[in-house]
Every structure is written in structure tokens, then in C-alpha cells.
């Protein structure tokens, strides 16, 4: 969260029982510090200061920091690309989640078992109040067009462009990368080598197979 304080700091709020949860480290106040071992006027101040400039942290950095089970760095920043907001984090299904590129069943159903939790419910609602960032920044700048808003694609095989370059295509012309198939799946984006296995159930699930000449055409009158 990036706040000034080291871990003898942390450990003295927790065994001090002012500070339990993330949540309750944005209520502390400077009379609460200065009442504790080792703070004088400027320490404590100091340490308010450092809470208050992490109130600016990005959104990923705050789910991370909510200690959900699975959600290391990486999951937090996909979750938070993907899902823009706590909101529809919290309410998501573990068919949603799923469709998230890094997210499988495991990690999905312990975002899940999280938020069902009332108290954790209760930490989002005090991060609120306290003024945290809970939605990603408008990434609208990076954004080419919204020829592909609300399509998910999971791509499976060896391309002429690097897997990044079209990654970053669908996700500048507003569609979702995913790892795992599934009902919602828009697309399979099909390269040489295709693993057999998402083939199969690509198949199946009747999701539509696409070349990379193919998903150029569905962009190129906007990434001409």
C-alpha cells in the first residue's frame, strides 16, 4: 500500500487493537498514535501523512492488499483491468470471473468465498468512506475503438504478431483476454499448433474459430 511504516509499526497497531483489518488503518487518527510506544509529534504525524498519500495507490494495488486468498499482484492487476471496480468484483460470478485472463476456478471461488463474508463487506464499505480508490483509472486514452466491447477471446496457438501484440489489439479495440474457455467465451482466436484440447471443447461449446487474418479484419477499419 505503500506506507511509510515499518513491520515493528504494523505489529504495534495489531497488538494495540487499533488496527485489525487495511480498513481500520484509514480511521487511525494522531491522538490514537502519539498514544502508543515509540511516537513522538513528528513520527505520528509523519505516519498520518504516509496513510493519507497511499489513499492514491491504483485500484490492483488495494485488492492485493485486501489479502484474498490466490489474488497475488498479477491476479489483482488483471482482476482490476478486467472488472473495473470493487462493485463488480464483489458481485461476480464465478462464471465471470473465470473468463478473466489468470483466474481459474480455484482462484475464482475464493474471490467468491470472500466477499459472501459480511465483515469483509464491511472493510470495502469502511475503504469507501475513508476515501480509497475502488475503480481503476479511465483507461480510455489507450483505447483505439469499442469495435470489440463486451467479446472475449482466448487465443491458442503460434502467430505471425507475438501473442502480446494481439493481446494488446483486443484489449485497445475494448475485448477481454481470457486463458480458460468457457460459455462466455466470444472467440477462439486460432494460430498454428492450436492446442487439441481447447479445440475439442471450443467445439462443443459451439465458440466460434477465428485465424489472425480473420480477427485483422474485424479491426482494421479502426487500426488502419
Known amino acids: 500500500m505503500d506506507i511509510n511504516a515499518g513491520e515493528a509499526t504494523a505489529q504495534l497497531l495489531y497488538q494495540s487493537g487499533l488496527v485489525t483489518t487495511v480498513a481500520d488503518l484509514y480511521s487511525l487518527t494522531k491522538e490514537q498514535v502519539l498514544g502508543l510506544e515509540r511516537f513522538a509529534e513528528k513520527s505520528a504525524q509523519n505516519l498520518i501523512d504516509s496513510l493519507e498519500e497511499s489513499k492514491k495507490v491504483p485500484f490492483s494495488r488495494l485488492l492485493f492488499a485486501l489479502g484474498i486468498r490466490y489474488v497475488g499482484e498479477t491476479v489483482a492487476k488483471k482482476l482490476a483491468f478486467a472488472l473495473k471496480n470493487i462493485d463488480t468484483i464483489a458481485n461476480a460470478t464465478v462464471e465471470e470471473l473465470v473468463v478473466v485472463e489468470e483466474i ?42 469499442n469495435l470489440l466491447e463486451n467479446k472475449t477471446f482466448v487465443i491458442s496457438g503460434t502467430f505471425n504478431r507475438s501473442r502480446d501484440e494481439i493481446k494488446a489489439l483486443i484489449e485497445a479495440h475494448g475485448g477481454k483476454n481470457t486463458n480458460s474457455i468457457a460459455k462466455t467465451t466470444s472467440y477462439i482466436l486460432a494460430g498454428e499448433k492450436m492446442g487439441p484440447s481447447k479445440l475439442e471443447k471450443a467445439q462443443k461449446l459451439n465458440i466460434k474459430i477465428i485465424s489472425e487474418a480473420d480477427f485483422l479484419k474485424m479491426i482494421e477499419n479502426r487500426n488502419s
Open 104 to 145: 481459474g476456478d480455484k482462484i475464482a471461488e475464493s474471490i467468491r468465498d470472500w466477499f459472501s463474508k459480511e465483515k469483509n463487506i464491511e472493510i470495502i464499505n469502511q475503504l469507501k468512506l475513508n476515501g480509497l480508490t475502488l475503480e481503476s483509472a479511465d483507461d480510455s486514452s489507450t483505447k483505439l475503438s
